[in-house]
């Protein structure tokens, strides 16, 4: 196995194994490289079947169900555990997967839920020529970087996640449009959260859009939020990946975000995701 870094701070690309057949010495060593290097693993030109994905995603943890898009839950025919992201439509002009061919904005996972999941990963099976890169950022990083003062301001805080809408800003199937963050139903989590496993504190946003500190009035959510926001999105905190077909890439939803960049709707884009369930709802680090 070898391990190259993706930045000088987060992230790792590793060759050199067979995701579909790890032996248990091969996956614990392949486990402490993901929290080693902050919750970010690349695998180039894995290639990995529907299979091989569901094998690997279960010696991380059960399997989570696929979230609800905007047009509802979306899975290969047989593999209702594996979400499709797609542009691509069939021939009754339905599209086969979630989020088009716009931007996804900076999110992690169904943070809205009270157990988020706790990983996810991509493995690229179409691209397009151009576009369509995924950013992710180092929230670990992000939080060492806030001011010690901005730091103690949320120690005790919490952010609500809200589910109204998705990364690319569709709304959720069979979900009610509300524009009001504060009244906006939503699961409310720590600002700053603990990591068990290696005991970091990890700034813990979810998304920007319709978010809100709880306890605080909504001009002063936004300010607070607005300012939170400039950590994680520094340059020095961003990794972007430029996907080749067969690429697999695994995160921790707690301790990055990620985005997407648009591409030509004239291109095909598909790729397959699993995601792992949480075992426990995030806990705060001061608490
Ligand atoms: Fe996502």
């Given at each position: 196995m070898q391990v190259t870094r993706l930045t000088p701070q987060f992230g790792a690309a590793v060759t050199g194994v067979d995701l579909g057949h790890l032996d248990d010495a091969q996956f614990a060593a392949l486990k402490q490289v993901w929290h080693q290097h902050r919750g970010l693993l690349a695998f180039p030109r894995q290639h990995l079947s529907d299979d091989g994905l569901l094998v690997f995603s279960r010696r991380i943890g059960q399997l989570d169900s696929p979230p609800n898009q905007e047009h509802g839950r979306q899975s290969p025919e047989g593999y209702p555990d594996i979400y499709v992201v797609s542009n691509v439509k069939d021939n009754a002009g339905r599209p086969i997967g979630a989020l088009g061919d716009g931007e996804a904005v900076w999110h992690t996972d169904m943070?809205?839920?009270?157990?988020?999941?706790l990983a996810s990963m991509l493995t690229a099976r179409e691209i397009p020529a151009s576009g369509g890169d995924t950013w992710f950022c180092d929230m670990t990083g992000a939080y060492e970087d806030l001011p010690q003062a901005l730091k103690q301001r949320i120690a005790t805080l919490k952010v609500k996640h809200d589910g109204t809408y998705n990364s690319g800003g569709f709304l959720r199937a069979g979900v009610t449009p509300i524009d009001n963050p504060e009244l906006a139903p939503g699961m409310l989590h720590p600002a700053v959260i603990r990591i068990p496993e290696t005991g970091d504190a990890v700034l813990y946003l979810g998304r920007r859009r319709m978010s809100y500190i709880s306890g605080l009035s909504l001009a002063d959510s936004e300010a607070l939020l607005d300012e939170l926001w400039k950590y994680p999105v520094a340059e020095h905190r961003i990794y972007k990946h430029k996907w080749q077909v067969g690429d697999l890439v695994l995160w921790d939803n707690r301790t990055t975000m990620h985005r997407r960049d648009p591409f030509p709707p004239t291109e095909r884009r598909i790729m397959h995701r699993t995601q792992i369930k949480g075992e426990a709802a995030p806990a705060a680090y001061g608490g």
């Open positions: 943070s809205y839920e009270s157990k988020p999941p």
